[in-house]
């Protein structure tokens, strides 16, 4: 819109082209957003699904329980333990997995009982539990996998 005050002139925008200006600056922000994650992606190393230089500590106990993650689930779904015992977690099935404690995607109920990060199909993920208590957990790339740990304070 073009007012007139005396002689001078001056150009105030409608609330449409106003819209217009925070669309277009909305669209360039998530351009932004988009193009700098793209980078931050395909920067990382081989195997580096993180992007974060992490290093993994696995203690070891007596006892190592082993689970399988295959095409329909966990394999025993179940798995009785004593407190200080190890489960050592590999796959058959798929390229990557994630154990995790419940709840999706959080990992809340116990926060230590995380991968962290996606491990590859030839590679395993260990955990001592030393929490007393049932354990449920699940694939964190394909949550419908579930299984749980039962940790007592003696051998079952």
């Known amino acids: ?8 002139s001056f ?19 998530v351009a932004a957003l ?9 920067n990382r190393k081989d195997g580096d699904h993180t992007g974060i230089s992490t290093t993994r500590v696995v203690l070891t106990s007596e006892r190592v329980h082993q689970v399988v993650l295959g095409d329909n689930g966990f394999e025993p779904e179940v798995v009785r333990i004593a407190l200080g015992d190890t489960v050592e ?11 995790a404690s419940d709840l999706h995607p959080t990992h809340a109920i116990y926060p230590a009982f995380d991968a962290r990060e996606p491990i590859g199909k030839d590679e395993t993920w260990s955990f001592v539990f ?27």
């Open 1 to 8: 819109m073009l007012f007139v005050a005396g002689e001078k």
């Open 11 to 29: 150009y105030l925008p409608t609330h449409r082209e106003i819209m217009n200006k925070k669309t277009i600056l909305a669209f360039l922000i």
């Open 34 to 42: 988009t193009y700098g994650a793209l980078a931050f992606v395909s």
């Open 130 to 156: 030393d929490q007393i208590g049932e354990w449920k957990y699940h694939d964190h790339l394909a949550p419908y996998f579930t299984g749980t740990v039962i940790v007592t304070k003696t051998p079952p």
């Open 89 to 99: 977690w590999s796959t058959t099935g798929k390229e990557f997995y994630w154990p």
